[in-house]
């Protein structure tokens, strides 16, 4: 019983974390466009993870950087746990993009 309870602590840890991931490159590409807000990143990525998650994924709160060249947005948040008196494991994921911007052609002689 204790292996099989395991096995599904192990399957709920792997799946906060592939919805965090995903909601953070959800919020990487709602803010690389030209013209996009690059802050805005972090809210389509807590509204990803609180949608996808459905309670696997709980205490999300994310946030997104910009440079000149990049933005990255981190989501953090806790897993389900199964175990009575075991703490929930915290979950960090990141992703990170160059930011879109247009440029003029370079000339070749």
Same mark, same amino acid.
């Given at each position: 019983?204790?292996?099989?309870?395991?096995?599904?602590?192990?399957?709920?840890?792997?799946?906060?974390?592939?919805?965090?991931?995903?909601?953070?490159?959800?919020?990487?590409?709602?803010?690389?466009?030209?013209?996009?807000?690059?802050?805005?990143?972090?809210?389509?990525?807590?509204?990803?993870?609180?949608?996808?998650?459905?309670?696997?994924?709980?205490?999300?709160?994310?946030?997104?950087?910009?440079?000149?060249?990049?933005?990255?947005?981190?989501?953090?948040?806790?897993?389900?746990?199964? $175990?009575?008196?075991?703490?929930? $494991?915290?979950?960090?994921?990141?992703?990170?993009?160059?930011?879109?911007?247009?440029?003029?052609?370079?000339?070749?002689?």
């Amino acid at each position: 019983m204790f292996t099989i309870l395991a096995c599904m602590q192990l399957c709920l840890l792997f799946f906060a974390q592939s919805v965090a991931l995903a909601a953070a490159q959800e919020g990487v590409r709602a803010a690389r466009p030209h013209g996009a807000s690059h802050a805005s990143g972090a809210g389509v990525a807590k509204r990803y993870a609180e949608q996808t998650a459905g309670g696997f994924l709980t205490s999300i709160s994310t946030a997104s950087t910009s440079d000149a060249a990049t933005v990255r947005v981190t989501v953090r948040g806790r897993s389900l746990s199964l $175990v009575p008196f075991l703490p929930s $494991v915290e979950i960090s994921e990141e992703a990170a993009g160059a930011i879109e911007r247009f440029t003029t052609p370079r000339r070749t002689t």
